[in-house]
């Protein structure tokens, strides 16, 4: 049965940290490359990161590079997304993904139900 269980999500004030987990049933966390995803209402669901199979290759959105870290452990079968420096923009729904990439687009391939980010002062 393919699972991806997201936790971490919460409210927090501009400027400041959430980690997000994601724990990814196998196949699918050998299989594929892992990502995050986020969606606001009435908005398309846009990419945000990922990390390749082997670990040794992350991807960032413009908006989360240097403020976003993505990784892996495969002895948890985990993904994770340390956000800092967080903005109200950051505020949405992020959802952790199974994702493949064509034509330079990032594509999800199996989600997970996602968890609330919510930054407000």
């Known amino acids: 049965q393919v699972q991806l269980v997201e936790s971490g999500g919460g409210l927090v004030q501009p400027g400041g940290s959430l980690n997000l987990s994601c724990a990814v049933s196998?196949?699918?966390?050998?299989?594929?490359?892992l990502g995050w995803f986020r969606q606001t209402p009435g908005k398309a669901r846009l990419f945000v990161s990922a990390v390749s199979r082997t670990g040794d290759s992350t991807y960032y959105v413009d908006s989360v590079k240097g403020r976003f870290t993505i990784s892996r452990d495969d002895a948890k079968n985990t993904i994770f997304l340390r956000m800092n420096s967080l903005q109200f923009g950051d505020t949405a729904i992020y959802y952790c993904?199974?994702?493949?990439?064509?034509?330079?687009?990032?594509?999800?391939?199996?989600w997970g139900q996602g968890t609330r980010v919510t930054v407000s002062s």
């Open positions: 196998e196949p699918i966390f050998s299989s594929y490359a």
């Open positions: 993904a199974a994702v493949t990439k064509g034509g330079g687009i990032w594509y999800g391939v199996y």
